[in-house]
Antibody, heavy 117, light 107 residues
Protein backbone atom coordinates (compact mmCIF):
# COMPACT_ATOMS: atom_id res chain seq x y z
CA UNK A 1 0.00 0.00 0.00
CA UNK A 2 1.48 3.33 -1.06
CA UNK A 3 1.72 5.89 1.72
CA UNK A 4 2.74 9.53 1.58
CA UNK A 5 3.89 11.65 4.51
CA UNK A 6 4.48 15.38 4.48
CA UNK A 7 7.11 16.87 6.76
CA UNK A 8 8.47 20.31 7.44
CA UNK A 9 8.11 23.32 9.72
CA UNK A 10 4.60 24.10 10.87
CA UNK A 11 5.42 27.76 11.37
CA UNK A 12 7.15 30.01 8.85
CA UNK A 13 7.82 33.71 9.18
CA UNK A 14 6.41 36.13 6.68
CA UNK A 15 8.72 36.81 3.69
CA UNK A 16 10.66 33.60 4.31
CA UNK A 17 10.58 30.32 2.38
CA UNK A 18 8.23 27.45 3.14
CA UNK A 19 9.89 24.07 2.63
CA UNK A 20 8.07 20.75 2.71
CA UNK A 21 9.10 17.20 1.89
CA UNK A 22 6.87 14.30 0.96
CA UNK A 23 8.22 10.81 1.67
CA UNK A 24 6.74 7.97 -0.34
CA UNK A 25 6.66 4.45 1.09
CA UNK A 26 5.22 1.18 -0.15
CA UNK A 27 6.04 1.87 -3.76
CA UNK A 28 8.49 3.49 -6.13
CA UNK A 29 8.50 7.20 -6.78
CA UNK A 30 9.58 6.61 -10.37
CA UNK A 31 7.37 7.05 -13.42
CA UNK A 32 4.60 9.07 -11.78
CA UNK A 33 3.54 12.68 -11.46
CA UNK A 34 3.71 13.96 -7.88
CA UNK A 35 1.56 16.92 -6.92
CA UNK A 36 1.18 19.51 -4.19
CA UNK A 37 -2.26 20.85 -3.29
CA UNK A 38 -3.16 23.23 -0.49
CA UNK A 39 -6.29 24.15 1.43
CA UNK A 40 -6.74 27.22 3.64
CA UNK A 41 -8.82 26.56 6.73
CA UNK A 42 -12.50 26.24 5.85
CA UNK A 43 -11.86 26.81 2.15
CA UNK A 44 -11.46 24.83 -1.04
CA UNK A 45 -8.57 23.08 -2.72
CA UNK A 46 -5.87 24.85 -4.74
CA UNK A 47 -3.47 23.00 -7.01
CA UNK A 48 0.07 24.26 -6.54
CA UNK A 49 1.82 22.17 -9.16
CA UNK A 50 3.28 18.81 -10.07
CA UNK A 51 6.54 17.19 -10.96
CA UNK A 52 7.34 14.11 -12.98
CA UNK A 53 10.18 11.95 -11.76
CA UNK A 54 12.18 12.92 -14.85
CA UNK A 55 12.31 16.40 -13.35
CA UNK A 56 9.77 18.16 -15.56
CA UNK A 57 7.44 20.48 -13.69
CA UNK A 58 4.13 22.31 -14.11
CA UNK A 59 3.23 25.09 -11.71
CA UNK A 60 0.07 27.06 -11.11
CA UNK A 61 0.66 30.43 -12.82
CA UNK A 62 -0.70 32.18 -9.74
CA UNK A 63 2.25 30.84 -7.72
CA UNK A 64 4.80 30.11 -10.43
CA UNK A 65 7.20 32.90 -9.56
CA UNK A 66 7.53 31.61 -5.99
CA UNK A 67 7.37 27.81 -6.39
CA UNK A 68 10.14 25.27 -6.83
CA UNK A 69 9.62 21.51 -6.81
CA UNK A 70 12.29 18.85 -6.79
CA UNK A 71 12.58 15.09 -6.48
CA UNK A 72 15.12 12.78 -4.89
CA UNK A 73 14.48 9.33 -6.30
CA UNK A 74 17.22 7.77 -4.15
CA UNK A 75 15.27 8.75 -1.03
CA UNK A 76 11.79 8.29 -2.54
CA UNK A 77 11.06 11.90 -1.67
CA UNK A 78 9.85 15.01 -3.43
CA UNK A 79 9.86 18.56 -2.16
CA UNK A 80 8.13 21.91 -2.35
CA UNK A 81 9.61 25.32 -1.75
CA UNK A 82 7.44 28.42 -1.70
CA UNK A 83 9.30 31.69 -1.30
CA UNK A 84 8.28 35.10 0.05
CA UNK A 85 5.34 33.71 1.99
CA UNK A 86 2.56 35.84 3.42
CA UNK A 87 -0.42 35.11 5.65
CA UNK A 88 -2.34 34.13 2.51
CA UNK A 89 -0.09 31.06 2.23
CA UNK A 90 -1.32 29.69 5.56
CA UNK A 91 -2.98 26.38 4.71
CA UNK A 92 -2.92 22.63 5.00
CA UNK A 93 -0.49 21.37 2.36
CA UNK A 94 -1.05 17.97 0.79
CA UNK A 95 1.25 15.91 -1.38
CA UNK A 96 -0.31 13.40 -3.74
CA UNK A 97 0.52 10.81 -6.36
CA UNK A 98 -1.09 11.15 -9.77
CA UNK A 99 -2.11 7.73 -11.08
CA UNK A 100 -2.48 9.50 -14.42
CA UNK A 101 -1.91 13.15 -15.24
CA UNK A 102 -4.42 15.20 -13.32
CA UNK A 103 -5.86 12.43 -11.15
CA UNK A 104 -4.52 11.94 -7.63
CA UNK A 105 -5.13 8.51 -6.13
CA UNK A 106 -2.90 8.58 -3.05
CA UNK A 107 -2.64 11.58 -0.73
CA UNK A 108 -0.63 12.42 2.35
CA UNK A 109 -2.51 13.25 5.53
CA UNK A 110 -1.69 16.93 5.08
CA UNK A 111 0.42 19.29 7.14
CA UNK A 112 -0.66 22.67 8.47
CA UNK A 113 1.72 25.49 7.71
CA UNK A 114 1.07 28.79 9.43
CA UNK A 115 2.75 31.99 8.28
CA UNK A 116 3.43 34.36 11.13
CA UNK A 117 4.24 38.03 11.00
CA UNK B 1 -7.94 29.14 -15.98
CA UNK B 2 -11.00 26.93 -16.26
CA UNK B 3 -13.56 27.85 -13.60
CA UNK B 4 -15.51 25.01 -11.99
CA UNK B 5 -18.85 25.96 -10.46
CA UNK B 6 -20.47 23.50 -8.09
CA UNK B 7 -23.98 23.61 -6.75
CA UNK B 8 -25.36 23.56 -4.23
CA UNK B 9 -22.65 24.68 -1.82
CA UNK B 10 -24.34 22.66 0.91
CA UNK B 11 -27.27 20.32 1.29
CA UNK B 12 -29.05 18.40 3.99
CA UNK B 13 -30.71 15.09 3.23
CA UNK B 14 -32.07 12.06 5.04
CA UNK B 15 -30.46 8.64 5.17
CA UNK B 16 -31.59 6.74 2.09
CA UNK B 17 -32.22 9.85 0.00
CA UNK B 18 -30.87 10.33 -3.48
CA UNK B 19 -28.39 13.20 -3.53
CA UNK B 20 -27.32 15.06 -6.66
CA UNK B 21 -24.51 17.60 -7.06
CA UNK B 22 -23.81 19.50 -10.24
CA UNK B 23 -20.55 20.90 -11.57
CA UNK B 24 -20.25 23.27 -14.50
CA UNK B 25 -17.02 24.05 -16.31
CA UNK B 26 -16.37 27.46 -17.87
CA UNK B 27 -15.37 25.74 -21.11
CA UNK B 28 -15.56 22.33 -22.74
CA UNK B 29 -13.43 19.83 -20.78
CA UNK B 30 -14.67 16.68 -22.54
CA UNK B 31 -14.81 14.04 -19.80
CA UNK B 32 -11.65 15.14 -17.98
CA UNK B 33 -13.34 15.42 -14.61
CA UNK B 34 -12.79 13.84 -11.21
CA UNK B 35 -14.93 13.78 -8.09
CA UNK B 36 -13.32 13.66 -4.64
CA UNK B 37 -14.78 13.14 -1.18
CA UNK B 38 -13.20 14.91 1.77
CA UNK B 39 -14.16 14.06 5.33
CA UNK B 40 -13.37 16.56 8.12
CA UNK B 41 -9.68 16.63 8.96
CA UNK B 42 -8.81 14.17 6.21
CA UNK B 43 -7.27 14.31 2.76
CA UNK B 44 -9.51 14.12 -0.29
CA UNK B 45 -10.33 10.67 -1.60
CA UNK B 46 -10.83 9.91 -5.30
CA UNK B 47 -14.30 8.54 -6.03
CA UNK B 48 -14.91 9.07 -9.76
CA UNK B 49 -12.48 9.67 -12.63
CA UNK B 50 -13.06 10.47 -16.30
CA UNK B 51 -16.47 11.85 -15.27
CA UNK B 52 -18.17 8.49 -14.84
CA UNK B 53 -15.68 5.77 -13.88
CA UNK B 54 -15.86 4.46 -10.33
CA UNK B 55 -12.50 4.20 -8.60
CA UNK B 56 -11.65 0.71 -7.33
CA UNK B 57 -13.13 0.01 -3.92
CA UNK B 58 -15.66 2.86 -4.03
CA UNK B 59 -19.25 1.81 -3.24
CA UNK B 60 -21.57 1.55 -6.22
CA UNK B 61 -24.04 4.03 -4.71
CA UNK B 62 -21.70 6.74 -6.00
CA UNK B 63 -21.90 7.63 -9.68
CA UNK B 64 -21.00 10.39 -12.08
CA UNK B 65 -22.14 11.50 -15.51
CA UNK B 66 -21.77 14.28 -18.03
CA UNK B 67 -19.37 15.62 -20.61
CA UNK B 68 -18.44 18.94 -22.13
CA UNK B 69 -19.35 21.57 -19.56
CA UNK B 70 -22.06 19.98 -17.42
CA UNK B 71 -21.52 17.17 -14.96
CA UNK B 72 -23.51 15.41 -12.25
CA UNK B 73 -22.47 13.44 -9.19
CA UNK B 74 -25.05 11.22 -7.49
CA UNK B 75 -25.29 9.29 -4.26
CA UNK B 76 -28.16 6.88 -4.89
CA UNK B 77 -28.91 6.19 -1.23
CA UNK B 78 -27.25 8.50 1.29
CA UNK B 79 -25.51 6.73 4.17
CA UNK B 80 -24.30 8.26 7.45
CA UNK B 81 -20.67 7.66 6.44
CA UNK B 82 -21.17 9.82 3.32
CA UNK B 83 -21.13 13.00 5.42
CA UNK B 84 -18.34 14.96 3.76
CA UNK B 85 -17.54 17.72 1.34
CA UNK B 86 -17.44 16.72 -2.32
CA UNK B 87 -15.28 18.44 -4.94
CA UNK B 88 -15.20 18.25 -8.70
CA UNK B 89 -11.86 18.83 -10.43
CA UNK B 90 -10.99 19.30 -14.10
CA UNK B 91 -7.81 18.04 -15.66
CA UNK B 92 -8.33 19.09 -19.25
CA UNK B 93 -6.12 22.15 -18.92
CA UNK B 94 -3.43 23.38 -16.57
CA UNK B 95 -3.70 24.69 -13.97
CA UNK B 96 -5.85 21.92 -12.54
CA UNK B 97 -8.84 23.53 -10.87
CA UNK B 98 -11.42 22.44 -8.33
CA UNK B 99 -15.01 23.38 -7.72
CA UNK B 100 -15.84 25.20 -4.52
CA UNK B 101 -17.17 22.08 -2.84
CA UNK B 102 -20.54 20.77 -1.70
CA UNK B 103 -20.97 20.01 1.99
CA UNK B 104 -23.37 17.11 2.53
CA UNK B 105 -25.07 16.76 5.90
CA UNK B 106 -27.67 14.42 7.35
CA UNK B 107 -31.08 15.90 8.05
Amino acid sequence: QVQLQESGPGLVKSSETLSLTCTVSGGSISNYYWSWIRQPAGKGLEWIGRMYTSGSTNYNPSLKSRVTMSVDTSKNQFSLKLSSVTAADTAVYYCARDIRAGTSDYWGQGTLVTVSS
Amino acid sequence: DIQMTQSPSSLSASVGDRVTITCQASQDISNYLNWYQQKPGKAPNLLIYDASNLETGVPSRFSGSGSGTDFTFTISSLQPEDIATYYCQQYDNLPLTFGGGTKVEIK
